[in-house]
């Protein structure tokens, strides 16, 4: 249109629409010849907005009203700043001046490893226009025309104007300017009962920061019963536009969207991916999926992700509904307790009502609110001076009317809405000489509640439609808030009934739903939560509910929808199934579990054991000790040890039934993982072997390969490495019967270090070097990690010491973006190449790092080593009351646990020969003597008679 009006024609020609489509689709713009005077860049702003690449263009219509207002008049200068519109040549730099705006990503960060520059597809210089100090549009108010005797038709499609909440507005708007100003996260809480209008003051400010360019706005919507589109993973397909698409699809444009951000490391896109839709094991579409094992992993995807797209303008986050996304909650706590900056605004709205039945989400939120980060904005009845504007507002009532609609509604605005909504569909509105009145003769009920308004709209929308279509609008509000069309098509096909899209028209139409730009064929959304509300409490007058949730249970029950188990589980509870949910729960829990969600796996194990209890059954029944062990395992995760030892102890003592033979070899195995964890390896020890011979008995392979394995791990930890060679192989073995690589990795991950402690190095690398293929193409990231970790200490060993940082480095970065513990490990090793490199002090800080993640961890086996390896630092830097204190320190862990490690007796050696060198016979006689331990436990004859010679000079 900019063309055409400069230069009295469109820039592709007229002609056959194939030929202009592929004009604007791949054929450059013609020369700009205007027909008047124009600024003199008024080419390059035009040709931005003619840019092919989405991400070339101007991001918001404000950033280019801005650019042009900038722009000067014909003939004068071009003011400082307005440069960069559009790039001809390869720039020496591509960050914008100071008068557009905070300065972006420069490319050089934020597209690393390009190589060339593209220039048709890199991002253009960030054009931003400022956030107004004031929410307020400029000038002067205008009135909007009345036109008495038209409107009724189209009010369903009108938008209805905010009206009043100047404060709650100013509030609003004054936290985004903080947020963008202090480049820090902070959050605001909107909460209060329904229908007080939260959700319409937090649509108002996303609406608000677009059209101003303020801002980039995400939503997460939230259900009391979680669905496709529920949670911050579907928000962050609805960006990227991956909704709808198989994860091949997704993976491609997950690639395209990461990479233009930055976000270019081969594991963003498919962890994205898996945010979007979990999958259980290898897709069978081809794409791997990438495990996380704590929450953290997600959240550090998600959070380097926002700091790419906070880069340019600040980030508007809104959870809808927040009270029932605890994964969400989750994800804005850790957002809002780092100190890094990242410009984002947490904005949530809360039903109280709706909070009050959820005791964790609750809690959860009550924690948040007590941080600074966080503002709470209590929304209630709208103020009396606001409303006769919003009975205005709403359509122009008359003065009598509007008044019985306010003292009825008493500042409700969606009751007020509703309740003029249904007069309109009802037709006994007509205009009169001051706005909208009753039509003579007709009646106007005023219901006491909004929940009888809904009641009302409800039965005259289905007046018009055959019974069938009840029942597929009662059936997509029990599937949740937001309306996945084919799951909907499934649940109407169990209920023998069709999903009609003229029902959607009709909800569409009269804003009672809504949808984005997918189309409602794909997906769409009852426009408030108390409507669906209101079609469930329908359904269940109508005897239906019931017969609703096993028609949604029994469409889920293929397994091909996201977290299909879990949602099975509660359709069935709501159906009164209880006893049938107890499988799918558990099955979902474990699958939360195995994606590291661990809140979210307690919340569904709870919500089963309080089954459990209601339905009564025996101790006998081995349904407890199913989840009893599901339990141990996610305490033992979190590293809580107490709570997982008393679930797995219940677990054992319920093992003596023979009822519970199905999950005898389990429990034992738990006990032995934990007491593993904690470093009784002796303990461990007995636990494993009962797990192992049960679990041979029952030919049980999967949980035998388990024990077998933590058996290799103990074995090795002692230094008896034929038997630990003999139990890894043989847990291989039972691993590849299973199909289970992941195992079989692990596998060659003990092998690995069984190799490097027998010397064998040549073969350890063989080994890890193996592990790390099968991980990496399992997706499990952090197993990836160590062996990169494991392969740099290989390379410290043969003197390799520059491959041996690359390795470690690797692992710490890996580790890192992960958020992962396990960063201890590659910094213990760091630590020993810096001390092998004459560092000591440098080395001491790392080892003192990876000390205290350990001590955290409760890893009593690991604090004597890393205790043990700090020896050598502090006999270097003269420390000697620190050696005491390692050496003391490190010899009771190491004696409790058993543990003999290559390192640990390098390290006293090197201690001792430090010591030794400087006259301290007694500490260099100490350090020998734990280094001639360790050697004689790891079967090293040379070593101890090395280190006999020495203890018999320094007592000559």
């Known amino acids: ?67 042009l207002r900038r722009l000067a008049a014909p003939g004068d200068a071009p003011p400082a700043g ?33 190589g060339v520059l ?28 009345r036109l008495l005797d038209v409107g009724l038709g189209l009010y369903g499609m009108r938008a209805i104007p905010l009206v009043g909440r100047e404060a709650e507005r100013d509030r609003l708007w004054g936290a985004l300017r903080e947020v963008d100003h202090h480049r820090h996260c902070r959050g605001v809480v909107l909460r209060g009962p329904s229908g007080f209008g939260k959700s319409r003051l937090a649509e108002w400010l996303c609406i608000r920061a677009q059209e101003t360019g303020a801002a980039t706005v995400l939503r997460a919507v939230h259900g009391p019963t979680p669905g496709p589109a529920h949670g911050v993973g579907p928000m962050l397909g609805r960006h ?26 081969t594991d963003d896109a498919a962890g994205v991916v898996e945010l979007l839709s979990p999958t259980s094991g290898l897709s069978k579409e081809g794409t791997r999926r990438i495990r996380f094992r704590s929450p953290q992993e997600g959240y550090n995807l998600l959070r380097r992700w926002l700091a790419r797209l906070a880069a340019e303008r600040p980030v508007i986050l809104w959870l809808d509904d927040a009270q029932w996304g605890l994964a969400s909650l989750n994800f804005a706590a850790d957002l809002l307790s780092r100190e890094d900056a990242l410009p984002v ?13 959820r005791e964790v989400e609750a809690e959860l939120l009550g924690g948040l609110l007590e941080r600074p980060t966080l503002a709470t904005l209590d929304v209630g009845p709208l103020a009396p001076a606001a409303r006769p504007a919003l009975m205005q507002a709403l359509l122009g009532l008359d003065d009598a009317l509007a008044a019985r609609v306010d003292a009825r509604t008493a500042g409700n605005p969606l009751f007020a809405v509703q309740l003029v909504g249904d007069w309109v569909q009802r037709g006994i509105l007509v205009p009169g000489p001051a706005g909208f009145t009753l039509r003579a003769g007709a009646r106007a009920d005023l219901p006491d509640t909004l929940h009888e308004v809904w009641s009302t709209r409800i039965g005259r929308l289905l007046e018009h439609h055959p019974p069938g279509v009840e029942t597929a609008l009662l059936a997509a509000a029990v599937l949740g808030a937001e309306v996945d069309a084919a799951e909907w098509r499934g649940v109407c096909a169990e209920l023998g009934t069709e999903a009609a899209s003229v029902l959607v028209d009709d909800l569409l139409a009269q804003r009672l739903a809504r949808c984005d730009a997918e189309g409602p064929e794909v997906r769409w959304a009852f426009q408030h939560g108390m409507l669906r509300e209101a079609l469930e409490r329908r359904a269940h007058e109508q005897g239906r509910l019931h017969t609703i949730h096993r028609a949604c249970a029994a469409m889920l029950a293929s397994g091909a929808y996201s977290h299909a188990a879990e949602r099975r589980g509660r359709h069935l509870l709501a159906a009164g199934a209880h006893e049938t949910a107890l499988d799918p729960l558990l099955q979902g829990a474990r ?17 089963r054991e309080r089954t459990l209890t209601e339905l009564a059954l025996p101790e006998e029944d081995v349904r407890w000790g199913e989840g009893w062990l599901v339990l141990a395992r996610l305490g033992r995760l979190r590293g809580k040890y107490e709570d997982a030892g008393r679930w797995a102890r219940r677990a054992t003592l319920g093992a003596r039934w023979e009822t519970w033979a199905a999950v005898r070899a389990m429990a034992y195995l738990e006990m032995g993982r934990l007491d593993e964890h904690q470093g009784s390896l002796d303990s461990a020890w007995k636990w ?75 073969e350890a690398v063989i080994h890890f070097r193996d592990a790390r293929a099968r991980l990496d193409a399992q997706g499990v990231r952090l197993a990836v990690a160590v062996c990169e970790n494991e392969l740099g200490e290989l390379a410290r060993l043969r003197g390799d010491l520059e491959a041996a940082e690359a390795h470690c480095r690797e692992a710490l970065h890996r580790n890192r973006v992960m958020g992962s513990g396990g960063a201890a490990f590659p910094q213990v090793n760091l630590g020993l190449i810096l001390l092998e490199r004459g560092r000591p002090v440098e080395a001491r800080a790392e080892l003192t790092a990876a000390l205290s993640i350990f001590q955290r961890q409760g890893r009593r086996a690991l604090i004597g080593a890393v205790h043990a390896c700090l020896l050598p630092c502090c006999a270097a830097t003269g420390d000697e009351t620190a050696f005491d204190h390692h050496f003391t320190e490190g010899m009771a ?51 101890v008679e090395a280190c006999d010679r020495l203890s018999s000079r320094l007592e000559g």
């Open 1 to 67: 249109m900019a063309w055409e009006m400069t230069t009295g024609l469109v820039p592709f020609g007229r002609g056959p629409v194939r030929r202009i489509l592929q004009g604007h689709l791949s054929l450059p713009p013609p020369a700009l010849a205007p027909r008047f005077a124009v600024p003199a860049e008024f080419d390059a702003w035009l040709l931005r907005l003619l840019e092919k690449n989405h991400r070339r263009r101007f991001a918001f219509a404000a950033d280019a009203a801005y650019a």
């Open 82 to 114: 307005v440069a960069g519109l559009a790039v001809t040549a390869p720039p020496v730099a591509l960050a914008p001046t100071a008068t557009l705006g905070p300065p972006a990503l420069e490319i050089a960060d934020a597209l690393p490893g390009l």
């Open 118 to 145: 593209d220039l048709e597809t890199m991002p253009l210089p960030t054009v931003r226009a400022p956030i107004p100090v004031d929410w307020r549009h400029d000038g002067p108010p205008t009135d909007a025309v």
């Open 240 to 265: 990227l536009r991956c909704l709808g698409l198989n994860r091949i699809e997704a993976l491609t444009r997950c690639e395209v969207e990461l990479g233009q951000l930055g976000l270019t490391d």
């Open 345 to 357: 605004l947490v904005l949530m709205t809360v039903r109280d009502e709706a909070l009050a039945e």
């Open 591 to 607: 699958e939360r579990l195995d994606a590291g969600e661990y809140d979210l796996a307690e919340a569904l194990l709870i919500e």
């Open 688 to 762: 494993l072997q009962r797990a192992e011979k049960v679990a041979s008995q029952r030919g049980e392979r999967a949980v035998r390969a388990q024990a077998r394995h933590a058996m290799g791990n103990i074995l090795l930890a002692r230094g008896s490495r034929e038997v630990a060679e003999r139990a890894y192989r043989m847990a291989r073995a039972d691993y590849e019967q299973a199909q289970d690589e992941e195992g079989v990795g692990a596998c060659s991950v003990g092998l690995g270090r069984l190799a490097k402690q027998a010397g064998r190095l040549d």
């Open 893 to 943: 862990h190491l004696a409790e646990t058993g543990l003999s490690d290559l390192d640990v007796a390098r390290c006293a050696r090197r201690a001792a020969d430090v010591l030794a060198e400087r006259g301290d016979a007694v500490r260099a006689r100490n350090a020998l003597a734990m280094a001639r331990a360790q050697w004689t436990a790891l079967q090293r004859p040379d070593e």
